[in-house]
């Protein structure tokens, strides 16, 4: 094989590839944060407030994987009956793949959430309220 020979086979397999990558591209489904984009943004500076109140918490909501479920820890000391709000999942990728739990917190202060069929990088979303006040604490975790 000459040197021309290799030169237009190297040029033919750069084609080829960039042309797959061209087609690979077009088939990846891409959806907005939310169709309510714009809503949203509006009200983000709520979300910064919420967590600034979460991160002033003596003790923070811990979020933990677990084999086959989600806990949720709500902090020592709070009535469960006052504690109101959701944890959302959010999946970045797919919009089809979000959900979102009401909350309900047990006598031990913990909701437990099962997992099963999750699969990818999820955004935990927990949003809710006690005592008049708002809270929001968020963490990702990889199912």
Known sequence: MNWFQKMMLALVLFIGMLSYM???SNKV???LVTDKYYEEEIRYQHRI????????LQ???IIKKREKD???AFPAGME???IKGKVGFYFAADKNK????ALSPDDSLQQNI???GMRGLYAIQVSWQYNGKSFYTEKKIMF
């Open 98 to 101: 979000d959900k979102e739990i």
């Open 22 to 24: 061209v087609y690979r």
């Open 59 to 61: 003790h923070q909501v």
């Open 114 to 116: 099962s997992i099963a």
């Open 49 to 56: 407030d919420d967590r600034a109140n979460a991160d002033q």
């Open 80 to 82: 469960k009956d006052k």
């Open 29 to 31: 489904q891409l959806d």
């Open 70 to 72: 989600l806990r949720i």
